[in-house]
């Protein structure tokens, strides 16, 4: 009878281990833990201006807004009677993928990669002064300059994902976009 618990205690432990080794390999650890957004608080100086991620209104300062991880932001804050501030929200691999390589595997890699779980975005709080305009002055920011900056970093992901370049290529046109367009935000 004793040797019979145990070997029912043994085959209950093997199930076990045998069921988390499948979970654990079906999925990424950052897309069950982060999810493949990221909130953002944004807040400008004063409140109440208009905030639009990569051209598409959003909400009005202050406000949370949640971003998806696998994609570089481009966000715009605009009020009448202000000068419009674009602000880049750049995303870095996080962490959590050396973690998940290695108890994951390349297939929970796999799946924070296709999430975009596997990113942080920086930075996770903005909080932008507005700058007032003088009577009749137009404001200076170029609509298709801001356009162009976030058209540029999409294709290079299309390119990166499609294999059309390699990761190296893909990481040197990426920082040339973001010295370009953003130098501050390059370290």
Known sequence: MHRLLATRGQKTRSLTSII?????????????IRGPTQAVAISSEPNGADILVDGSLVGTTPSNIDLARGRDHLITFEKDGYHTR??????????????????????????????????????????????????????????????????????LDQMRESNRISEDEYSRMRLSVLEQYYPESVQ
């Open 20 to 32: 988390c080794l499948a979970l654990s390999l079906s999925s990424g650890c950052a897309t069950i």
């Open 86 to 155: 674009n602000i880049p929200v750049i995303k870095s691999i996080g962490r959590a993928v050396f973690g998940n390589l290695l108890y994951g595997g390349f297939l929970g890699w796999g799946v924070d990669a296709t999430s975009g779980a596997q990113y942080n975005l920086n930075p996770e709080t903005l909080v932008v002064q507005l700058i007032p305009l003088d009577e009749g002055e137009p404001s200076e920011e170029d609509e298709n300059e801001k356009t162009t900056f976030i058209t540029r970093l999409n294709e």
